[in-house]
């Protein structure tokens, strides 16, 4: 009898492992679950604790400051003499910051998790204009006060293919 009940699960079964859900998730989807599963920490562990109904961009905000406190990426303050150079020729008290590149993609991941866990379109807080104009000025401080030029990557590449196949005399649907 025993010998039978550990055989249900796992051979007795008449599912196929097809129907089920992907056995192991993507390394994105991992990701997405475990930054889904901290924000909702996060809102929690508020006073006072603050439900997901309830949750607004301020709160968004508040989390992505709250993370750069465990960020690896130096960003010179404005009075440092290593302000504005990519690479500093020795160490300097500066802090250490999120990443604008990771905050991004860590806005997207909480975007799509907040709209797969039941949320609309229309209350996504990380969809927030605020939101997006705080990634930008994360974005120009980090690029300034590192040294390194943010560069668009995919739309140049994208206008560049656009415009050859548009000499090629193919026709384009826009």
């Known amino acids: 009898m025993s010998s039978e009940r550990g055989k249900d699960p796992v051979e007795g079964s008449s599912r196929s492992p097809s129907s089920d859900s992907p056995a192991t ?10 930054d889904w599963n901290a924000f909702i920490q996060y809102l929690k562990n508020q006073r006072p604790p603050v439900p997901l109904s309830q949750c607004n961009y301020t709160h968004v905000l508040e989390f992505l400051r709250y993370l750069d406190q465990f960020g690896k990426t130096k960003v010179h303050i404005q009075g440092c003499m290593f302000y504005g150079q990519p690479e500093p020729p ?4 500066c802090p250490l910051r999120q990443a604008w590149g990771s905050l991004d993609a860590l806005i997207g991941r909480l975007r799509a998790a907040y709209e797969e866990n039941g949320g ?7 969809a927030s204009g605020a939101i997006r104009v ?4 994360v974005r120009d401080c980090q690029s300034k006060a590192r040294g390194i030029p943010y560069k668009k990557k995919k739309k140049a590449t ?5 415009s050859e196949e548009s000499s ?3 026709v384009h649907f826009s």
């Open 120 to 126: 609309t379109l229309e209350t996504n807080p990380f």
């Open 134 to 137: 705080y990634l930008r000025e």
């Open 158 to 162: 994208n206008q560049a293919k656009g």
């Open 90 to 93: 020795a160490p300097c008290t």
């Open 25 to 34: 998730p993507s390394r994105y989807e991992s990701q997405k679950r475990r």
């Open 168 to 170: 090629s005399g193919t």
